[in-house]
């Protein structure tokens, strides 16, 4: 028997453990590898602590990350592959919502923290700086501090947040929830300073004047960038970040009454469903009740009602058309539930001018996107005009760095408007000075900023100590017992309930509700256990093919030795199998081939654990085994030769370091 990769053709064997780590792809595809397959199946069986703890355990933003991570996991569900994928973002919610800082306990956010994935060892209690106070700063200073060091965080605003608070709109993300994860931190013995901007009331060298031995950066992306259009100086135009900062915020940029945002990503549906809601907050309608995906009926009803209430008319351009649209499905969705018009494959071309005010937009027809090399490079039809009355314009096309604070005694330089990093350890080109998150590598999801700080903080840790952290993986087998859930592969996803689209329109209610009890157990037993895999004995397979009539995906199959062969990972399994050489397989025929034997072909990447084949085998050569793995950080010989360890050490070349040694907080 033989394992298939079914995505590239290739033969694996059990004893390569990295492979096995690739089939729980949920766990693979998350930047910090939360295993996602452990917390689902926790809650499918009633274990909701323990479901905590798991999601926790690599992710200091878990319960912010239960309510807006973009949520790669599911992206990558084998459950998908089947037909849709788990809701697994919504159960982490599920379960935050229970135990996490949201509570009012800290305790379990602070004894789920998977220690091992700290570099070992502890620091000297020497100051670190960290500048910016959004996920990617904070996660540096968590596992900073965990690690013994006395980190100050500066914060440019009066509170911290960053993207959390500043971009990502009040009726996603309660900032009660925000503050509570952040507070779980700074209890650690995190020191906050807000109202401290880099280059106004600090520079980098006062810093190390002040004595702060390392300086993390992580100061995000809080320019927007608009078009250069012609008008795009009226009165009436705006800036994504600045519109949404100033709505979070709750002091509103003054808007009209037809808003048109130019953009198609989840930061223009986000300033586009901001510019819906009121400006001050009030009673929510009365609404008749949830509007389900799906149903057109009740979709134009609730953008009736939506739209004879009085509310803006708010309009949203984009260059790619309905299937190209980055933004995610559920965001344009529910942007049409309230209301909002949708403008496919247009491209900006003037903003109109009415006396010095906005008009309206006029617009191109985008014929395509990218180009025949697949780069962005749009191409148009300017015969086919469109204009877009309207008072205001909100441009959401991307973010960009303010830079300004740097100066040329810092050392640190920077490349296409970002901070030059090592892409491996985040440092930049000054030794002592390192940077993360979307100001090293652009705008990205938030758990890709938490997994990049979690890298930098253990090079800063590296640095400091003169050691070498590196990733190594535990892995075993044990066989499995377990059962799924009767008609588990009949069970259809189901989101987490959502306010009718009046009532959300008209208010700044959370939108998105929690999974009842019930529902999140259903949704959970929807896992295919992807840890779980059909292992085989071929030393006591009779080859009575049973395990192939009873599959019910029909991934197994029995075939000769020659269509193995097709590709050069196969040829190089059958030599060994036969064992001679690849070469001396050319000389054999289709038909000696398979003359020498055949063997069960089996893809493991759309397999479902159903294990009927196990049931089956009447020799017993077919087992279900669980496959468990972990990652730890340990200490690897000599220093990294990424980093560049600068001048911080004596002439002996050890480390400076002060007398008094707090080693490794633990809760």
């Known amino acids: 028997m033989a394992q298939q990769n079914g995505h590239n053709g ?5 004893g390569e453990p990295g492979y096995w780590m690739k089939m729980v792809k949920c766990q693979d595809a998350c930047p910090v590898h939360t295993d996602a397959c452990g917390y689902v199946n926790a809650i499918a069986e009633g274990r909701d602590e323990d479901a905590y703890r798991i999601a926790r355990a690599t992710n200091p933003f878990a319960s912010i990350c239960g309510r807006v991570c973009g949520a790669p996991c599911e992206a990558n569900c084998r459950r998908g592959s089947l037909d849709s994928p788990v809701s697994i973002r919504a159960l982490k919610r599920f379960v935050t919502s229970q135990f996490g800082p949201e509570s009012d306990d800290f305790r379990l956010h602070h004894e789920a923290c998977n220690v091992q994935m700290l570099p070992p060892g502890s620091g000297a209690g020497e100051r670190i700086a960290v500048v910016g106070a959004g996920v990617a700063g904070l996660t540096a200073a968590h596992d900073l501090t965990r690690l013994g060091y006395n980190v100050t965080v500066f914060e440019a605003h009066s509170a911290p947040g960053g993207m959390l608070t500043a971009g990502v709109p009040v009726f996603r993300l309660p900032r009660e929830l925000v503050m509570a994860e952040i507070d779980a931190i700074l209890a650690l013995g995190v020191e906050l300073k807000c109202n401290q901007r880099l280059g106004r009331d600090f520079t980098i060298q006062s810093l190390r004047d002040q004595g702060y031995k390392a300086i993390f ?8 960038r608009k078009l250069d259009l012609p008008g795009a100086n009226l009165t009436g135009v705006y800036d994504g970040m600045d519109f949404l900062r100033a709505f979070n915020e709750g002091h509103p940029l003054p808007v009209g009454r037809k808003i048109i945002v130019i953009g198609g990503g989840n930061v223009a549906y986000d300033v586009a469903r901001s510019a819906v809601r009121p400006q001050d907050e009030f009673e929510p309608t009365e609404a008749a009740g949830d509007v389900h995906t ?6 134009d009803v609730a953008r009736s009602a939506v739209r004879m209430s009085g509310h803006r008319e708010v309009h949203v351009v984009c260059l790619e058309s309905r299937r190209q649209m980055p933004a995610d499905e559920v965001e344009v969705t529910e942007g049409a539930e309230e209301g909002i018009f949708l403008h496919n494959s247009r491209g900006p071309r003037v903003i109109l001018d009415g006396d010095g005010k906005v008009a309206g937009l006029r617009t191109v027809e985008c014929t395509a996107v990218f180009d025949s090399t697949g780069r962005f490079n749009p191409s148009f039809n300017e015969e086919s005009i469109e204009d877009i009355p309207g008072d205001t314009v909100i441009f959401s096309i991307g973010q960009s760095a303010d830079l300004s604070f740097l100066q040329p005694g810092d050392g640190v330089e920077s490349n296409r408007g970002l901070i030059k990093v090592d892409p491996e350890t985040y440092q930049t080109t000054a030794p002592d000075v390192f940077a993360c998150g979307d100001i090293a590598h652009g705008p990205r999801l938030f758990i890709n900023a ?11 840790h590296d640095y400091l100590r003169g050691t070498h952290t590196v990733e190594t993986i535990r892995s075993s087998w044990s066989i499995a017992e377990y059962t799924m ?3 588990w592969d009949q069970l259809r996803r189901d989101h987490p309930p959502v306010v009718a689209a009046a009532t959300r329109a008209s208010s700044l209610q959370i939108v998105e509700e929690n999974f009842p009890d019930e529902a999140a157990r259903t949704q959970a037993a929807r896992c295919l256990r992807c840890n779980v895999n059909t292992v085989f004995d071929t030393e006591i397979c009779v080859s009575c093919t049973g395990c192939v009539d009873v599959c019910p995906e029909n991934l197994i199959r029995l075939t000769g030795l020659a269509e193995v062969c097709h590709t050069s990972d196969g040829r190089d399994w059958v030599a060994g199998a036969l064992a001679i050489t690849p070469a001396e397989l050319d000389g054999y025929s289709k038909e000696q081939l398979n003359a020498l034997g055949g063997v069960m072909l089996k893809d493991e990447a759309t397999c479902i654990r159903c294990g009927l084949c196990a049931a089956r085998c009447p020799s017993r050569a077919i087992t279900m085994q669980r496959f468990d793995f972990h990652r730890m950080c340990v200490t690897a010989a000599g220093r990294n030769p990424k980093l560049d360890y600068g001048p911080n050490r004596t002439q002996e070349g ?3 370091a002060s007398s008094q040694s707090p080693g490794l907080l633990r809760p």
């Open 10 to 14: 290739q033969f694996d064997t059990i």
């Open 217 to 224: 950066l992580g100061i995000g992306l809080p320019k927007g």
């Open 294 to 299: 799906g149903d057109a009926t009740a979709l």
């Open 450 to 460: 938490i997994r990049s700080a979690q890298i930098a903080a253990r090079s800063m």
């Open 485 to 487: 859930r009767q008609g």
């Open 654 to 656: 050890d480390v400076q």
